[in-house]
C-alpha cells in the first residue's frame, strides 16, 4: 500500500491569486474531471434503449419541427442547415450554463463534506457539452448530405468556433452561478432569461432577417449573436468568419472566460458558508 | 463502520500507540463568523428591495471563536461538545471545506473524510464506475485507482456485484463499497464525524481492525461522537467545545467528567 502525496500541506494563509491557485489544483484533479464526465454522459440516457442515439435525436426531431413549421415563412434556402447549426451552438449554450449553475445550486452536497477544486463541476459540464455537441455534427453533415448543402474544408474552422463558443460558456456560467449562491431565485430568472435570449439570437432565423436598424443593436449588445454566427459561417455558408469577427469573437470569449473564473474563484470560499 | 466495534478492538488504550510530538494539525487563533441575514431573504427580488429601502440587515454568528489548537501526528483526539457547538465546523477547517473567517488552518498529509456512506455514488452507475468516481473525487489518479480497484472489492466482499447498478445496491452494500474505497489506502489523517453503524457484524469487525491498524500505523484520526463511552475509549485527547470555544482540553476522562458536571449540575 503505498502512501501518496503524504507531504502535501494545506496552509489556509498561503498567498497568491486564488484564479491561478484554482487553475493548478484543478490540473492536479483532472481525473476527477474525465469522471465526471464520464457519469454526465453514461447517466443521462442510461436506462434509455437508444442510448447515446439521443444525443443525435433530440437536435434532429427539434430541427424537424422547425424546418416544417418556419421554412416557408423565413424562406430562405437550406433552412435545415441553417436551424440545426444554430440549434447546435445554441444549445450548448443554453446547456452547459444551466448545469453549470445547478451544480452549484443543488449538486453541493458533496462540496460540503469534502475538498474537491469548485470549479471542477463546472468545468465538467462544459467538458459534457463539448462531447455531445461534437457528436451532433454527425446528424448534421447528414442533414447537409440529404439537403444537397455542400460540405466544404472551411468546416475545418470549426474547432476555433467551438473554442470560443465553450470559452464564453464556462466565463457566463460561472458568473451566473456565483450570482445564484447568494439568491436561489437567479435560476428561476435564468430559465425565463434563456427563451427570450434564444428569439434575440439568429438561432431559428438567418441573421439577416433582422431589419437592419435593429441587427445593428442585436450585434452590439448581444455576444451570441457573434458566436452564433462563427459556428454558422463555416457550415451555412461555407466560408471562413471575417478575420474582424474572429478577433471580436475570440476577444470577448477570454475576457468573459477571466472575469467568471476570477469572480467565481474570490467569492469560492464563501460558498461553503452559503451552500 | 461502528465506532462501537472500533472499541471493542481496542479495550485498551496503551497498546503501545503513542502519538508523536510532530505537529500536523495546527489552528492558530481560527475564527469562523456565518453571515446570516437577520430574516431569511432568499430571493433576488426581496433583496433587492429591502437594498434599497436600506433594510438588509446581517445577524453575526460565531460559530469558532478563536480557537487554538494542535493535533500531533498519531493522535487519537475525540471533540465533544453539544449540538452547535462548533465541532463540526472545527472538522471541516480541517477537511479544507470551510475557510476561517480569520486565523490560519494548517494541515500536512492526506485529509480524508469518512463520507456518510453513498455520498458521491451515483444510483444509475454500476458499482464499478462508482468506485473510480469516488477514487477520482478523493483526489487519486487514475493509476492509483487501476492499482487499488482488486483490493478495494476484495475487502468490500463486493465481486459478485461489482457490475450490476447501484441503486440495486443495500444500504450495507453501498457502505461497505464506500469504506473500502476511503480506507483502502491509510490516509495521513482520518476525520470520523459521528458515522452510525452499518453493514453486517462481520463487516464491522472487519472495518473497526482495519480502524484500530491505522491507530497502530499512526495515523491521526479526529472524531466527533455524541457517546462518551467511544470517546474516552478510544481518545488519547479530548477537547470540549462550547459556543465555538474550547472549554477543556485534556485527558478524556477528566474533560469528560467536566463535560458531564457542566450538562446536569
Given at each position: 500500500?503505498?502512501?501518496?502525496?503524504?507531504?502535501?500541506?494545506?496552509?489556509?494563509?498561503?498567498?497568491?491569486?486564488p484564479?491561478?491557485?484554482?487553475?493548478?489544483?484543478?490540473?492536479?484533479?483532472?481525473?476527477?474531471?474525465?469522471?465526471?464526465?464520464?457519469?454526465?454522459?453514461?447517466?443521462?440516457?442510461?436506462?434509455?434503449?437508444?442510448?447515446?442515439?439521443?444525443?443525435?435525436?433530440?437536435?434532429?426531431?427539434?430541427?424537424?419541427?422547425?424546418?416544417?413549421?418556419?421554412?416557408?415563412?423565413?424562406?430562405?434556402?437550406?433552412?435545415?442547415?441553417?436551424?440545426?447549426?444554430?440549434?447546435?451552438?445554441?444549445?450548448?449554450?443554453?446547456?452547459?450554463?444551466?448545469?453549470?449553475?445547478?451544480?452549484?445550486?443543488?449538486?453541493?452536497?458533496?462540496?460540503?463534506?469534502?475538498?474537491?477544486?469548485?470549479?471542477?463541476?463546472?468545468?465538467?459540464?462544459?467538458?459534457?457539452?463539448?462531447?455531445?455537441?461534437?457528436?451532433?455534427?454527425?446528424?448534421?453533415?447528414?442533414?447537409?448530405?440529404?439537403?444537397?448543402?455542400?460540405?466544404?474544408?472551411s468546416?475545418?474552422?470549426?474547432?476555433v468556433?467551438i473554442?470560443?463558443?465553450?470559452?464564453?460558456?464556462?466565463?457566463i456560467?460561472?458568473?451566473?452561478?456565483?450570482?445564484?449562491?447568494?439568491?436561489?431565485d437567479?435560476?428561476?430568472?435564468?430559465?425565463?432569461?434563456?427563451?427570450?435570449?434564444?428569439?434575440?439570437?439568429?438561432?431559428?432565423?438567418?441573421?439577416?432577417?433582422?431589419?437592419?436598424?435593429?441587427?445593428?443593436?442585436?450585434a452590439?449588445?448581444?455576444?451570441?449573436?457573434?458566436l452564433?454566427?462563427?459556428?454558422?459561417?463555416?457550415?451555412?455558408?461555407?466560408?471562413?468568419?471575417?478575420?474582424?469577427?474572429?478577433?471580436?469573437?475570440?476577444?470577448?470569449?477570454?475576457?468573459?472566460?477571466?472575469?467568471?473564473?476570477?469572480?467565481f474563484?474570490?467569492?469560492?470560499?464563501?460558498?461553503?458558508?452559503?451552500? | 463502520?461502528?465506532?462501537?466495534?472500533?472499541?471493542?478492538?481496542?479495550?485498551?488504550?496503551?497498546?503501545g500507540?503513542?502519538?508523536?510530538?510532530?505537529?500536523?494539525?495546527?489552528?492558530?487563533?481560527?475564527?469562523?463568523?456565518?453571515?446570516?441575514?437577520?430574516?431569511?431573504?432568499?430571493?433576488?427580488?426581496?433583496?433587492?428591495?429591502?437594498?434599497?429601502?436600506?433594510?438588509?440587515k446581517?445577524?453575526e454568528?460565531?460559530?469558532?471563536?478563536?480557537?487554538?489548537l494542535?493535533?500531533?501526528r498519531?493522535e487519537?483526539?475525540?471533540?465533544?461538545?453539544?449540538?452547535?457547538?462548533?465541532?463540526?465546523?472545527?472538522?471541516?477547517?480541517?477537511?479544507?471545506?470551510?475557510?476561517p473567517?480569520?486565523?490560519?488552518?494548517?494541515?500536512?498529509?492526506?485529509?480524508a473524510?469518512l463520507?456518510e456512506?453513498g455520498?458521491?455514488?451515483?444510483?444509475?452507475?454500476?458499482?464499478?464506475?462508482?468506485?473510480?468516481?469516488?477514487?477520482?473525487?478523493?483526489?487519486?489518479?487514475?493509476?492509483?485507482?487501476?492499482?487499488?480497484?482488486?483490493r478495494?472489492?476484495?475487502?468490500a466482499?463486493?465481486?459478485?456485484?461489482?457490475?450490476?447498478?447501484?441503486?440495486?445496491?443495500?444500504?450495507?452494500?453501498?457502505?461497505?463499497?464506500?469504506?473500502?474505497?476511503?480506507?483502502?489506502?491509510?490516509?495521513?489523517?482520518?476525520?470520523?464525524?459521528?458515522?452510525?453503524?452499518?453493514?453486517?457484524?462481520?463487516?464491522?469487525?472487519?472495518?473497526?481492525?482495519?480502524?484500530?491498524?491505522?491507530?497502530e500505523?499512526?495515523?491521526?484520526?479526529?472524531i466527533?461522537?455524541?457517546?462518551?463511552d467511544?470517546?474516552?475509549?478510544?481518545c488519547h485527547?479530548?477537547?470540549?467545545?462550547?459556543?465555538?470555544?474550547i472549554?477543556?482540553?485534556?485527558?478524556?476522562?477528566?474533560?469528560?467528567?467536566?463535560?458531564?458536571?457542566?450538562q446536569?449540575?
Amino acid at each position: 500500500m503505498a502512501k501518496i502525496s503524504s507531504s502535501s500541506i494545506y496552509d489556509s494563509a498561503q498567498e497568491g491569486p486564488p484564479a491561478v491557485r484554482e487553475l493548478k489544483e484543478l490540473f492536479r484533479y483532472n481525473y476527477l474531471l474525465i469522471q465526471l464526465i464520464r457519469r454526465d454522459i453514461l447517466t443521462r440516457y442510461k436506462r434509455s434503449v437508444l442510448g447515446i442515439a439521443w444525443t443525435m435525436l433530440n437536435p434532429l426531431g427539434t430541427m424537424i419541427v422547425l424546418t416544417l413549421a418556419f421554412s416557408r415563412a423565413f424562406a430562405t434556402k437550406d433552412y435545415a442547415t441553417l436551424v440545426l447549426s444554430g440549434l447546435l451552438a445554441w444549445t450548448f449554450f443554453a446547456q452547459t450554463t444551466n448545469a453549470i449553475m445547478s451544480h452549484m445550486v443543488w449538486g453541493s452536497s458533496l462540496l460540503k463534506r469534502i475538498y474537491v477544486p469548485r470549479t471542477a463541476f463546472a468545468v465538467a459540464a462544459i467538458g459534457t457539452g463539448l462531447i455531445n455537441l461534437v457528436i451532433s455534427i454527425v446528424p448534421l453533415i447528414l442533414v447537409m448530405l440529404v439537403t444537397g448543402v455542400p460540405i466544404r474544408a472551411s468546416m475545418l474552422f470549426l474547432p476555433v468556433s467551438i473554442i470560443f463558443l465553450a470559452m464564453f460558456s464556462l466565463g457566463i456560467g460561472l458568473l451566473i452561478s456565483t450570482i445564484a449562491v447568494y439568491f436561489a431565485d437567479v435560476a428561476e430568472m435564468y430559465q425565463v432569461i434563456i427563451p427570450a435570449w434564444m428569439y434575440l439570437s439568429p438561432v431559428i432565423y438567418p441573421a439577416e432577417y433582422l431589419p437592419p436598424e435593429i441587427r445593428v443593436w442585436v450585434a452590439r449588445l448581444n455576444p451570441m449573436y457573434h458566436l452564433i454566427q462563427m459556428f454558422r459561417t463555416p457550415i451555412y455558408e461555407g466560408r471562413i468568419p471575417d478575420l474582424e469577427a474572429v478577433l471580436l469573437t475570440g476577444a470577448f470569449s477570454i475576457v468573459t472566460l477571466i472575469v467568471g473564473w476570477i469572480i467565481f474563484t474570490r467569492k469560492a470560499d464563501e460558498f461553503a458558508y452559503r451552500i | 463502520m461502528s465506532l462501537h466495534t472500533v472499541y471493542n478492538a481496542s479495550p485498551n488504550i496503551n497498546d503501545g500507540t503513542k502519538p508523536s510530538r510532530e505537529c500536523v494539525i495546527r489552528l492558530e487563533n481560527v475564527w469562523v463568523t456565518y453571515r446570516a441575514p437577520s430574516e431569511r431573504i432568499g430571493s433576488f427580488k426581496e433583496y433587492a428591495i429591502r437594498w434599497m429601502q436600506g433594510k438588509v440587515k446581517n445577524r453575526e454568528f460565531q460559530a469558532l471563536e478563536n480557537v487554538n489548537l494542535e493535533v500531533y501526528r498519531g493522535e487519537v483526539l475525540g471533540f465533544i461538545g453539544h449540538n452547535g457547538a462548533g465541532k463540526s465546523t472545527l472538522l471541516k477547517l480541517v477537511a479544507r471545506v470551510l475557510k476561517p473567517t480569520r486565523g490560519r488552518v494548517w494541515v500536512k498529509g492526506r485529509v480524508a473524510p469518512l463520507l456518510e456512506f453513498g455520498a458521491g455514488f451515483h444510483p444509475e452507475l454500476t458499482g464499478r464506475e462508482n468506485v473510480f468516481l469516488n477514487g477520482a473525487i478523493l483526489g487519486f489518479t487514475r493509476d492509483e485507482m487501476v492499482e487499488k480497484f482488486d483490493r478495494i472489492v476484495d475487502f468490500a466482499e463486493m465481486w459478485d456485484f461489482i457490475d450490476a447498478p447501484a441503486r440495486t445496491y443495500s444500504s450495507g452494500m453501498w457502505a461497505r463499497l464506500g469504506f473500502a474505497v476511503a480506507t483502502d489506502v491509510e490516509p495521513d489523517i482520518l476525520i470520523v464525524d459521528e458515522i452510525l453503524a452499518v453493514g453486517d457484524e462481520a463487516f464491522q469487525r472487519k472495518s473497526s481492525a482495519r480502524m484500530q491498524g491505522f491507530r497502530e500505523k499512526g495515523a491521526t484520526i479526529l472524531i466527533v461522537s455524541h457517546n462518551m463511552d467511544v470517546i474516552e475509549s478510544l481518545c488519547h485527547r479530548v477537547v470540549w467545545i462550547d459556543h465555538g470555544q474550547i472549554k477543556a482540553q485534556g485527558d478524556p476522562a477528566e474533560v469528560i467528567q467536566e463535560y458531564r458536571r457542566h450538562q446536569n449540575p
